[in-house]
């Protein structure tokens, strides 16, 4: 069984920053592989916001990049997002992900794995 734990949303005003964080526990895991954080508003998709492979290597999409930056630890299995100059429209739901490898079987599988998603919500 694989868990993702995220604490770090909550209230800021336009402007502001907050640093959002998931780690991720398990007794079969094996690798964790690409981490990142997508986010939900009401009425849309969900949508990725950034993405670290295990070797460091990032994605962000649009305009998050230079705003936020994301960063992880392999050791602890964490990933971190930092979330800088925020603004309105960034108020969502944001999920952890993760893309793990777990011993099963005798046989290594693949699987994606979803925190339960923090409130992120920026007001003017």
């Known amino acids: 069984q694989v868990q993702l734990v995220e604490s770090g949303g909550g209230l800021v005003q336009a402007g502001g920053s907050l640093r959002l964080s998931c780690a991720a526990s398990?007794?079969?895991?094996?690798?964790?592989?690409?981490m990142g954080w997508y986010r939900q508003a009401p009425g849309k998709q969900r949508e990725m916001v950034a993405r670290i492979t295990n070797r460091g290597i990032t994605y962000y999409t649009d305009s998050k990049e230079g705003r936020f930056a994301i960063h992880r630890d392999n050791a602890k299995n964490t990933v971190l997002l930092e979330m800088n100059n925020l603004k309105p429209e960034d108020t969502a739901i944001y999920y952890c992900?993760?893309?793990?490898?777990?011993?099963?079987?005798?046989?290594?599988?693949?699987?994606?794995?979803w925190g339960q998603g923090t409130q992120v919500t920026v007001s003017l």
């Open positions: 992900y993760a893309g793990i490898s777990v011993w099963s079987g005798g046989d290594v599988r693949e699987l994606d794995s």
């Open positions: 398990g007794a079969n895991i094996y690798a964790v592989n690409d």
